[in-house]
């Protein structure tokens, strides 16, 4: 396992991480599932682990916080808060008010008295950077957490961000996890140059691509991933984004295959290839998956191999952008832009 400083907070972390998103109800993985698939790698050498509140309603956090009892001090344990924990409207966002109380709420199905990275699961834009920012301060000096960062963020408000920090004199976000894989590349156009001018460490989700990069899926075969049960729109063939995400693939498992590489270390190792990511966070189900990816620990790509990725798809493309989650409100929502 290769570590590397997160951002510049000094803390080392591996460059993979351990993503919780499937422990629960999402993927089906029991508390023994998942007590074992984190003591497998703690034993390997990871030592991030990420969840967040809204995963399996709350069940992820449970199962991470009984998994890791008695390891405590070996693990990076971040989570994240601001989506949707209940029908409340209020029980959700960057509030004050409600980040006081996910953070609570965090902590007790956790298990622990604090959390080494607490993240924005997302930009709130109906809540001040100031008044989210203050409050995580305040939480921050009281000894809750240690350091905040955020989660998909575009890149202008990273900037935006790290400007009202300095100025009014408040922590900063130390890390952003964004969407990056081979398919969906277009962070390298603006977040990616952010990020690294801030010196944030970034933590990089789906670098799977959802299961497009896993080997699972190919021309002329059944696609036989667990996510294509709930997210049917993000592998049917008949669009044309699937189609092309179809093509890279099949391009893709002949340079693994040149190359002597299985198709996920051949998706991992391009990820953590980039000078500004930190890790990239995976989300095994089960054991035979996390095996799988743990082969690509120490997989480093030659130049040759990143340049064969580059004539497939081309750096700063994304073969499905509307799937990233970060389209700004405004042309999401008619009322921001019309008047």
């Known amino acids: 396992m290769r570590y590397r400083t997160l951002g510049r ?63 405590r001090d070996d693990v990076v344990l971040a989570t994240k808060a601001t989506l949707p924990m209940g029908d409340d409207r209020n029980q959700r966002g960057g509030s004050r008010r409600w980040l006081i109380t996910a953070l609570e709420n ?55 961000a790290q400007w009202t920090a300095r100025e009014g004199r408040l922590s900063p976000y130390v890390t952003e996890q964004p969407n990056y894989s081979i398919l969906q590349r277009g962070i390298e156009t603006h977040v990616l140059p952010a990020t690294q001018d801030y010196g944030m460490g970034v933590l990089a989700w789906s670098p799977l691509a959802s299961g497009w990069l896993s080997g699972a899926i190919r021309a002329g075969q059944e696609i036989s991933t667990n996510r294509a049960e709930f997210m049917r729109q993000r592998y049917d063939i008949s669009i044309p984004a699937n189609r092309a995400k179809l093509d890279a693939v099949e391009q893709l498992a002949t340079v693994a295959d040149e190359t002597a590489l299985s198709m996920i270390q051949l998706a991992l190792g ?13 989300g095994p189900r089960t054991m035979d998956h996390l095996h799988s990816q743990l082969a690509a620990a120490d997989t480093v790509l030659s130049a040759d191999v990143l340049d064969a990725i580059d004539a497939i798809v081309a750096p700063g493309v994304d073969l499905a952008a509307h799937e990233k989650n970060d389209t700004p409100p405004a042309l999401l929502e008619p009322a921001l832009r019309r008047r």
């Open 9 to 71: 907070t000094g803390v080392q972390v591996s460059t993979l991480v351990l993503g919780a998103m499937n422990f629960g109800r999402i993927g089906n993985t029991t508390q023994e599932d998942a007590t074992a698939i984190v003591g497998a790698a703690l034993d390997a050498g990871i030592n991030l682990i990420d969840t967040a509140d809204v995963y399996s309603g709350g069940q992820s956090e449970e199962m991470v916080g009984k998994a890791i009892a008695g390891r």
């Open 106 to 160: 965090s902590l007790r199905r956790l298990g622990v008295d604090h959390i080494d990275l607490y993240q924005m699961h997302r930009w709130d834009p109906t809540t001040s950077d100031e008044e989210t920012l203050s409050a995580l301060t305040d939480q921050q000096r009281a000894g809750k957490i240690r350091y905040f960062g955020s989660s998909t963020f575009p890149a202008y408000r990273i900037a935006q």
């Open 270 to 282: 391009f990820v953590t290839a980039h000078p500004g990511v930190t890790s990239a966070i995976i």
